[in-house]
Each structure stands twice: as structure tokens, then as C-alpha cells.
RNA sequence: GCCCGGAUGGCGGAACAGGUAGACGCGAAGGUCUCAAACACCUUUGACCGAGAGGUCGUGCGGGUUCGAUUCCCGCUCCGGGCACCA
């Protein structure tokens, strides 16, 4: 109605767990179910009247996005953006598959089936989104996202800066530890190394007085869950041990004894720590827990009396460094140090991993390659692709993979020497899916390549991105990281790096504060109200209830909110057909043609105001609020209609037509079937132009002045809008009200904000 | 522990720049229409005191700034979310 070409377009993010699921329990193929299901959405969705751009609807489970997204793997093969090796890996026995690290939450469980995520050493396929990690936290501060989503991310990226060096192993010739730190500067007060439980130099170090000790501590660690190990909890002299072996600080060639703790994790920097416990607070409490010794290198402030100190302050015990007392520069001065002695380097760490997006499921994309036990991993060439999933499959209750135990899709011959060879049998996580699928929007046409380039110069970035918060990490870093990803190897236009100009995280409809879902049946069909009062009531009723980014609660009291909706639906129904049939509370005898009254001219400025207001509160996402606009218009409009004076029709039918376009995108279907009764040889209410507030009506000659007395409202005058100061002042202290709540006292003060506001002080 | 967000009538919420707290809707109460009901329409509805006019209190709690604070500042409580041995 204003002019723009918009693109909302519609698709299902088809594969995952949920079908394959329903398939072990029922024994309903995965896709069958997956279609059933689609059209049900697609039905809904239809009878709700949601503008989808149906003709470039994707699924991902189509054959022709799952060739696509096999070609996008294949090249971020080609460009070692994906790799496969071995590695721990969060293994969800609920799933039967191993979990990118995004999707286990923070107190260990999966975030989809709620399971306890153990870990496995595993062959898994990777992608390289550490290498975007820079790029991709820099470019966090230019986007209109929320400032919290922004925070995630880059707790989430985590980024650290500090220096990387080696400390060579005492009496294990050439052997050295390297270990990462953000404080080169406080590495004089080094008074013990630790090591993870699986560092590779474990066992080099060990003397063999230790040996039993530390292999009864590697052999615990490995039995325990993440939880366990990453919780503060527990007594620190149960977390770690003496290796009998010691390393040597390069900076003061200090002897310090080397330990293992399980809080030390492998993934994490070079799996190895200088413990400085005079500057850090785990290492104060371990050294505590063991009986090791702390060396002050930062003094702390007088009176301090907190144990490890990592403020600034003058640097002691640290030979050269001795005096600084800045923390940066006593920092560079280390890491120059290094770098000139040929010690190590200044180092930036992420907390971030690499995708893990294997997985070992049957209902999802496969991945594209076969292994050949001469050529190892070989790509399925492009123009067999896309390698389809078998149907004739057997779902095990267990859950483990029928592509594994389908001998037609398992064997297969190399493409470079003609031998026998394995498909590979672990399918996409399904957020591959859903991270480039705006892309293939702009153009789902394209038979040549996933994204058609010039479609996407001309849709992308997306304008306006909506989604729940639930994908603050998840679907919006691997989007962030495919669009970089896809620009870099030419598959998508090479200026657009961010996938999403603008982010609005809305709420979720919840029932008992928890989300909606079929296996919880808390399910709120819209079906029934679609057969009852209509898709308009339902739409209605969501953009009223409250704002957009908030959560409701579904609740007995909803029923009766809808009600509302649908009878204010009603009672514009009634108005905007009053000249046309006669209802019981309104009727065509109401309107009169006559020159405009007082009366008149108001309801028209009223027009006028609520213009104005809808649009800026749409401009707002304050859904409610407009709505709200509307109906304070509408109940005036009665008032109007059924006074003894009566309406005039030209006003009436100025406001009503007005209303009818403000709703149009709310209530589609009541304002148009409305509409084309009332002006049935126009043009459709959704090709009306948008309705503008003309300027000089939205002027007010008076209004309601507050006066106050000591800050209490005393009276409500009626002045122009043009009043000066003194003559506000002059009519606030004659009104009767404010005298008598004056009783008598002289005003020591007055402030006087015409023509708002008179406050008068004694 | 750290970092965000929130707390307003019986309920969902409004107050967009420090200036009328409670718009709009739900619920509730009363009325008109009707044989009756439903529908519709009208009125009232933050709490307390008062017959009324009117008054006092009131935006999680305690302070502060200001002529004036739901709004700004300080200190708490509770709720929700994120991060949490990341070296």
C-alpha cells in the first residue's frame, strides 16, 4: 500500500529429528510424515491469510535444495572449509548423534531432547567458522541487531588476547609445554604448570613414583561427564595431580612443578596453563588446595585483602619489568620479550569451535562423499549429486542410522579408480539447512548454481529479520558465518557479508510458561477459531495482546480476549455497513448530509490523529497501541453516530474508510470484503494508496492544561495551544479549584510549561 | 559470581522527550432492548475515607535529585535470560 516491492517468502525447514522420531515410533515414513505435515501448516497458514510469496516456497528435504546444499559442501570442501578428523565430541544418547557445541546448553543437557550429552572420540566433519570468528565479532558492532543478541555473540566468540610460549620440560630433552595466557606480564610469579588430563606430554612427564598416581587420576577424568568436570564444585585436592615431572619458566629459569586438573580442557588454547596464583584466583586456590607457593608480581593496594590481585599496580619480582604499572604495557613489554627471544608470540584465542555438523541420523542431507580404501575421502562427482536418501529403510527403535545397514546405498564404486568404495553415511546437522536458505529465496529458480547473484544483489541483506531469541547463537552465527562463507568462494555476491541488516527477536506464545509442542500436548490449534470467529479475530488478537517481542501466556482468560477482538470486528462490520443495512444499534437514519458543524470538524481532526498514531506506531512495532488507536476511534465514532445531534455521512465515511486501509494489514479479509461493499467499482482496499494525515489538521487550537498545586492536579483547563507564559500563570491562579486548594497562601513559585502544565508551589 | 532484561489495577497491557498514572481490551457490577435468553447498546469499575462535593494513598522495597519521578541517580528484593574454571 505504500509503494515497495517486498519479498516475504515462505519455506520449511523439513529435515531433523522430529519426523525421523515420529518414523521409529509409527513406522510412517519420515517424508510422508514430513509432507502431512506440511500441508497442515500450509493449510493454516493459508486460512490465516499470511502473504507468502507461495511460488519460491523451498522445502529443505526437496531433492533439488538438498543437490544445493550438497554443491555449497562440496566446495567448502575444495576451499578446507570443511575437513573431517577426529575429535571429543558431544554424543546425545537420547539423539543417537553427536551435537555441535551450540546446541548443548549450559548445564550439559542437549537443547533439543534434554538428555545428559556425554563425550566420544569421534570421526566427525567439521566446518572452519574459527576462521570467520574475527570478522564476524567485528561486524557485530554495525548491525541494527539487540543489543543483547550482539552479547551473546560475542560471549560466544569469546575472544581473548595474549601470548603463546613454550617452557621446556626438565629432563625430557626437546620436549617443551606450550601454554596460552592473557597475562604475559605477571609470568615471572609462575609457580606451577598444569596440564589437561589428555594433553599428549602426560605421559612424558610422569615420573614413575607418580605413574600410578596419575593414571588413576587420567582413568577418572575420562569417566566423568562435561558437568562434572566443568562445574566449580568439589574439593580442588580431588581435581588434580602432581606429574613428579617439572618444566621451566623461561623467564627467571625457574624450576615449577608440572600438575594435571581436570578443570584444564584440551579444547581450549594450547591445553596447557602457566599458574600465576598471586594474580589469578583459580590458580590462588589450587596452589592453596596443594600447598604451592605464591609470588606476588603486581603489588596490590594498601590495605588489599583479597588473596589473587589483577588490578593494575607496580610490577615486583619480575627483574625487567619491575615498576610498570600498567597492565598493557607491561603486557607488550613481555610479549616482545618473547618474540625476541624466540620464546613465543603474541596470540589471540577464541572461545569459539569449529561446526561440528555430522551427523548420525537417516533424516537429513547427506553428506556428499564416499570413502575409498585408496583414494580415502572422495567427493560423489557433481553430476551425481544430489545423493538422495533410500526409501526402502528399516527405522531400528534404537535410533541408529538404517544408512548404515543399507547395503545398496553403502556400496558404491570410487570415482578415481574404479573400486569398490563406501558412501558416507552421517547426514547434515539440519542448521546447514536453514543457514543459506535466504539466499536461494531471491532466485529459487536458478537450475545453474544455489544463488542466483544478481537476484540476491538486488533482495539482499534482509531488510528486516524476525525470529525468537532461541536463535541468538545458533541459526544467526552459522547464517553469519555461510554468507561469508559462500561470498568468499564467489557463491554468493562478494559485498554481502552480514546476512541480516535488522533483527526484531519476537516472543513466544507460551502455555504454563513453557513453549508449545505436539509431545508436550499443549498445542492451540487456530483451526477452531478459524471456524468460529474467523482468522481476522485470531491476527487481531495477537497483535493486541501485547508487544511483539514479548512473551503471553495462553490462558483460560485468551478465549475471551478473542471474543473481544472478533466483537470489535463486529461492531466496525456495523459501522462501516450502516448506510447499507440496518443493524440494531446503528442505522442509515443516523447520517445526515449537511454543511461540516463543530462537531463535524473534530471527529474529522480525530481522523486525522489517529492516522498519524497508527502509522507511527506501526514505524514502532507497537501493534497493540495502534490497535488500541483504532478502537478508542471506532467507540467515539458511536458516540458520534448515535448522538442526538446525528453524523454527518462525508465524516463518517472519511473515518471509516480511513480505518478500513489502517487495518488492512491486520485484518485483511473483514477490511476488504468491507471495502468492496462500500465501493464496489474502486480498486481493492490493498491497492489503495496508505492514508497521510494532513499536517494542518493534526493542529490543535486548544487543550487541557494541568494545573497543579504543589505538584497535585488541582484543575484541567481548557486554553489555546498558542497560550503564553504569563498569561497560563494568569489563568491557573484564577481558577476557582486552585484557589481554593491555595486556601489563602501566597504561590512562592510557579512553573509554567504552557501550554501544558502550571505548577504552582507555596 | 559476572552481564543483560523485567516488576504498573482482579488479568493482558498503555503512558514514544522528567509534566494528567492506569489508554485499549478482558473480567466484574448495574441498566436498556426481549415473553425470556443470546446478541447488541449504554453506564460504572486502582485502593481507602465520604451520602456527596471532595480528600488521602498508590507504578516491587529503601533512600536521593527535582517545583514535579513509572521515567533520572544510589542501595536492595524477587522473577526471567545469557555467560560461568576459556587460562
Redesign the pocket.
Known sequence: MQGYAVLSPIGFDSFGLPAENAAIKTGIHPRVFTDARIEELKSSLRRLGASYDWRRELHSHDPEYMKWNQVIFQKFLDAGLAYRRNAPVNWCPGCQTVLANEQV???GTCERSGDLVTRRDLEQWFFRITSYADEMLEALDGLDWP??VK??QR??I?R?E?AQFALPVEGVEGAHID?????PDTAFGMTFV?L?PEHPLVVAVTTDSQRAEVEAFVERVRGQSDID??????P?DK?GVFTGGYAINPFNSTRVPIYL????????????????PAE?Q??W?FAAAYGLPVVRTVAPPAGWEGEAYTGDGPRINSQWLDGITDTAEAKQKAIDWLVANRIGERKV?Y?LRDWLLSRQRYWGCPIPVLHCPIDGIVKVPEDQLPVLLPDDVEFLPGGDSPLRHHKAFLETTCPKCGGPAQRETDTMDTFVDSSWYFLRFCDPWDSTAPVNLDAARRWMAVDQYIGG??H??LHLLYARFYTRALADRGLAPAEIREPFSRLFTQGMITME?SKMSKSKGNLVSPEKYFDTVGADSLRLFHL????PG????W?E?TD??I??????L??LW?MATVSLDA????DSSSLVERDETAADAEIDRQVHRLID?VC??YE?W?Y??A???C??M??TL??YV?SPERARTLTVDFAVDSMLKLLAPMVPHVTAELWERRHPDAEPLHSQAWPAADPEKLKQDT??M?V?V?????D?LDVATTIGETEAVEVALGSE?VR??LGGREPA?V?A?PP??V?V?V
Open positions: 546448553l549450559a548445564d543489543e543483547r552479547v551473546m560471549n560466544w569469546g581473548s595474549g601454554v596460552f595466557t592473557t597475562r598444569v589437561a568436570r566443568q562445574s566449580s564444585e568439589g580442588l581435581r586438573a581436570d578443570y584444564v580442557l584440551m579444547t581450549y588454547g594450547t591445553g596447557a596453563i602457566m599458574a600465576v589469578d583459580r590458580d586456590d584465542n572461545r531469541i532461541e541468538a547463537i510458561g493486541f495482546v501485547g508487544p514479548d512473551d503471553f501466556d490462558s482468560q475471551q480476549m471474543e473481544g477482538c472478533h466483537r470489535f463486529g461492531r456495523r443493524s440494531r444499534s446503528l498514531r507511527s506506531d514502532r507497537s497493540n497501541t490497535v488500541a488507536a478502537m478508542e471506532l467507540n458511536y458516540r448515535q487543550t487541557v494541568v497543579q504543589n505538584g497535585k492536579v488541582r484541567k479549584r481554593a486548594a513559585k512553573i510549561r501544558k502544565l505548577n508551589v
